[in-house]
T-cell receptor
Framework: AQKVTQAQTEISVVEKEDVTLDCVYE???????LFWYKQPPSGELVFLIRRNSFDEQNEISGRYSWNFQKSTSSFNFTITASQVVDSAVYFCARIDQTGANNLFFGTGTRLTVIP | GAVVSQHPSRVICKSGTSVKIECRSL??????MFWYRQFPKQSLMLMAT?????????EQGVEKDKFLINHASLTLSTLTVTSAHPEDSSFYIC?????????????FGPGTRLTVL
């Protein structure tokens, strides 16, 4: 099965600590996109990043950074100097160019930042 | 731009009743809309893909007679949960892909929380 695996179910950190959320994916496609979404308690999905399979450059956006390693099929997400507002469930997802272009979500990682 | 709305945001109903959830793309036309279901502390699971003017494509294990999907216009898709039961209580989220837009981009609605008593 072409899965998206987020091995960490729940993570707790103390405010200002750095935290990395892991994501490993499987795909047979050469062209695909990877995503990270944040889901706060309200439930609404917040788009964080989209990365295509041909762009392995790491990306930084403020306190957020992403490490895409095609060799290990991983797309990890790091939050630097975490804040209480970062507490949410984070989903990694993948969409392939072939087929129905459906978005496959990982199981999610619940991050709790303790003040 | 690219805003998707859902109505209602929250609904509580009695077992056996039917509930309709609307998904609208407010500032773009959406040839394709997707319906997801999310049970508590679980991931989003795709239920069905709806294309404007044609029948929806349901994922394996999703009963099409129970979850009726209508995509009558390029800006509106509806999901009707027929004869709802407590096990249908869940968070339902829709997304829309823009007509002539990127194949990799879906815009998500805010979700509808359904509670069946």
């Amino acid at each position: 099965a072409q899965k998206v695996t987020q091995a960490q179910t729940e993570i707790s950190v103390v405010e200002k600590e750095d935290v990395t959320l892991d994501c490993v994916y499987e795909t047979r496609d050469t062209t695909y996109y990877l995503f990270w979404y944040k889901q706060p308690p309200s439930g609404e999905l917040v788009f964080l990043i989209r990365r295509n399979s041909f762009d392995e450059q790491n990306e930084i956006s403020g306190r957020y950074s992403w490490n895409f390693q095609k060799s290990t099929s991983s797309f990890n997400f790091t939050i630097t100097a975490s804040q209480v507002v970062d507490s949410a469930v984070y989903f990694c997802a993948r969409i392939d160019q072939t087929g129905a272009n459906n978005l496959f979500f990982g199981t999610g990682t619940r991050l709790t930042v303790i003040p | 731009g690219a805003v998707v709305s859902q109505h209602p945001s929250r609904v509580i109903c009695k077992s056996g009743t039917s509930v309709k959830i609307e998904c609208r793309s407010l500032d773009f036309q959406a040839t394709t809309m997707f319906w997801y279901r999310q049970f508590p502390k679980q991931s989003l699971m795709l239920m069905a893909t709806s294309n404007e003017g044609s029948k929806a494509t349901y994922e394996q294990g999703v009963e099409k007679d129970k979850f009726l999907i209508n995509h009558a216009s390029l800006t509106l898709s509806t999901l009707t949960v027929t004869s709802a039961h407590p096990e249908d209580s869940s968070f339902y989220i829709c997304s829309a892909r823009a007509d002539r837009g990127r194949w990799d981009t879906q815009y998500f609605g805010p979700g509808t929380r359904l509670t069946v008593l």
